[in-house]
């Protein structure tokens, strides 16, 4: 049973690009959650996912960022025009129950 | 903030020396979490304590929780280098999906 799946593990974006991060959740398992790692800080809450619905999104920032989690395929965390602050570990987890199994992260590096 | 809270931040210990992670939280929880991570790698889940739990072992790893002082420990025995990693604990806040995770005790095994 493979684990969570994150692509790319590392992206590099200049300023004013767009980044698009991939998530594949656990076989099974129809709960996604979207957290972001700063340099030298725990685990930020972004959005918790359903398939084909945003269930909580009280992490995310308000402009520029967007998730999703289609019938089909991988669940999308969208991040429009980057900017520096942009720049950190990017991790997803799944869940059937309360144990989140959290993917390898991607880390986005913005020029 | 409903983030756990970790103490120490950083603790560095002789290997087989014991070591222990505190973690304090503020808000009533469903259950809490504690999870490792090595550095520049993802998080690999250790152990879920529910509030209605006082005690849990697993391996060499005993984790303790008292809601009645919103706090949980962490012990690791017999450490070896190789449990070298931050580790951070996480609550559910009695959301039962997103999770509130502190900002990690990094812990340094000596060979």
């Known amino acids: 049973n493979a684990g969570v799946m994150q692509n790319p593990r590392h992206l590099v974006r200049r300023r004013g690009q767009e980044a698009r991060l991939r998530c594949s959740p656990m076989k099974g398992h129809s709960h996604v959650y979207w957290y972001r790692q700063l340099p030298e800080e725990g685990l930020k809450f972004m959005v918790y996912?359903?398939?084909?619905?945003?269930?909580?999104e009280s992490g995310m920032p308000k402009e520029r960022f967007s998730a999703e989690f289609p019938k089909e395929g991988p669940s999308i965390l969208r991040i429009q025009q980057v900017v520096r602050g942009d720049s950190a570990a990017y991790f997803c987890a799944s869940s059937l129950n309360n144990e989140q199994f959290f993917g390898p992260g991607t880390r986005l590096t913005v020029l | 903030s409903q983030q756990g809270e970790e103490d120490p931040q950083a603790l560095s210990i002789q290997e087989g020396e014991n070591a222990t992670m505190n973690c304090s939280y503020k808000?009533?929880?469903?259950?809490l979490q504690w999870y490792r991570q090595n550095s520049g790698r993802g998080l690999v889940h250790l152990i879920l304590?529910?509030?209605?739990?006082r005690e849990k072992h697993s391996g060499r790893l005993r984790v303790t929780l008292d809601t009645s002082k919103k706090s949980s420990s962490l012990l690791i025995t017999a450490s070896r280098a190789a449990d070298t990693a931050s580790y951070f604990c996480?609550?559910?806040?009695?959301?039962?999906?997103?999770?509130?995770f502190g900002t990690g005790t990094s812990l340094t095994v000596i060979p």
């Open positions: 996480a609550t559910d806040a009695g959301t039962g999906n997103q999770f509130y």
């Open positions: 996912l359903q398939k084909e619905n945003i269930i909580d």
């Open positions: 808000t009533s929880i469903n259950n």
């Open positions: 304590i529910r509030s209605n739990e």
